[in-house]
C-alpha cells in the first residue's frame, strides 16, 4: 500500500518536473540589449523597444537580473550602424550571443532602424522639445560619399548610355528589361560593390561589354541586335561612384516597383 502511494506520488512529481522543464525550453527566449547609461537616463530603452515591437512583435529587454546581455548597444568601434546622435557620433548594435534565434531577432532590430518606421521613430525622440537622434542612413551616404572617388555625373551618362537597355538605372522606372534587376534593387545588396567592380564577369555581359584595359567580349555570341559596350576601368569608377547615391530600393515597396 504504502509503496503504491509513494509510485504515484513519485509519477506526479515527476510528471510535474517535466511539464515545468519542457515549458522551459519551449518559453520565448528573451533576448536582451545592453543600453549605455546615456540612453536609459533619457529611457531611449523604453521608448524605442516597446515600439519596435508594435511594429514587429518582437520583444527584446534592455535590462537583465543576471547573465550576459545578447548584444550590446552604444557608440562603439564595431557592429552594425543602427542611428547616430546630432554631432555624428554612429551608435552601433554589436551582436554577442551566437544563437541563431536570437541573432536573427537582432537583425531585425537592425534593419527596423533603416525601415521608414524606424527611421521616424528615431527622429521623433526628443528630449525638451528638441530633436536627439538622426537616422543612420543619412550619415552612411555622405561616407559612401567619400570613398567613391569616381565621378557621379558621368557615372549616370554611362549608366544610361549602355546598362539603361536592360536595367532601370535612375528615375526612370518604365525603362529596362522586365526580368533584369534595376539599380536601386541591386543597391541593396551587401556586396552591391563587389558586384558593380566584377558585373563584366557575369552573364550576360561577359558577351556585351568590353573592359578597354583588360577583357574583350567574345564577339562572335553577340546577338547582332546587341551593340557592344566598351568601357573602361575609369569609367567601371564612374559608375560605382553613380550607383553608390543611388537611392536603395525601399524593399517595403512592392516587388515590381523599383
Ligand atoms: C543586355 C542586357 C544588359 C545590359 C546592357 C547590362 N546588364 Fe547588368 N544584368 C543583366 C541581367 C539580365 C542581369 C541579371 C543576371 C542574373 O541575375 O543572373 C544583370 C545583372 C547585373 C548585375 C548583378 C551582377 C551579380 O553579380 O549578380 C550588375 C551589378 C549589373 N548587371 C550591372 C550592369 C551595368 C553597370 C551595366 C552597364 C554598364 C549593365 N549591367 C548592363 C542585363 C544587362
Not at 6 to 28: D, H
Not at 101 to 106: E, F, N, W
Not at 112 to 122: L, R
Not at 224 to 237: G, H, K, N, R
Request: aromatic share 12%.
Amino acid at each position: 500500500m504504502f509503496v503504491k502511494i509513494s509510485k504515484s506520488l513519485m509519477c506526479i512529481f515527476l510528471g510535474f518536473f517535466f511539464v515545468v522543464a519542457f515549458a522551459e525550453n519551449t518559453l520565448p527566449q528573451e533576448v536582451s540589449v545592453e543600453f549605455p547609461e546615456e540612453l536609459l537616463m533619457v529611457e531611449f530603452d523604453k521608448y524605442i523597444l516597446p515600439r519596435f515591437k508594435f511594429k514587429t512583435q518582437i520583444s527584446l529587454l534592455a535590462n537583465k537580473e543576471n547573465g550576459a546581455f545578447d548584444a550590446k548597444l552604444g557608440i562603439l568601434p564595431g557592429g552594425k550602424a543602427v542611428f547616430s546622435d546630432l554631432n555624428g557620433f554612429v551608435y552601433r548594435l554589436q551582436t554577442k550571443t551566437s544563437d541563431a534565434g536570437k541573432m536573427s531577432k537582432l537583425e531585425k532590430f537592425v534593419s527596423w532602424f533603416n525601415s521608414p518606421s524606424g527611421i521616424m521613430t528615431v527622429e521623433d525622440f526628443s528630449i525638451q522639445g528638441v530633436q536627439a537622434f538622426k537616422a543612420v542612413e543619412y550619415v552612411e551616404e555622405k561616407e559612401d560619399a567619400e570613398i567613391f572617388d569616381g565621378n557621379i555625373a558621368s557615372g549616370l551618362g554611362l549608366s544610361q548610355k549602355h546598362c539603361k537597355r536592360c536595367h532601370v538605372v535612375d528615375d526612370n522606372a518604365f525603362a529596362g528589361i522586365d526580368s533584369t534587376p534595376s539599380f536601386h534593387a541591386m543597391r541593396t545588396f551587401d556586396d552591391w560593390q563587389e558586384r558593380f567592380t566584377a558585373f563584366w564577369t557575369v552573364s550576360p555581359h561577359l558577351n556585351v561589354i568590353s573592359i578597354t584595359e583588360v577583357y574583350e567580349a567574345g564577339s562572335n555570341s553577340v546577338p547582332t541586335t546587341i551593340a557592344p559596350i566598351e568601357l573602361s576601368l575609369d569609367q567601371i569608377d564612374d559608375i560605382l561612384a553613380y550607383v553608390a547615391s543611388v537611392k536603395p530600393k525601399d524593399l517595403g515597396k512592392p516587388i515590381n516597383s523599383w
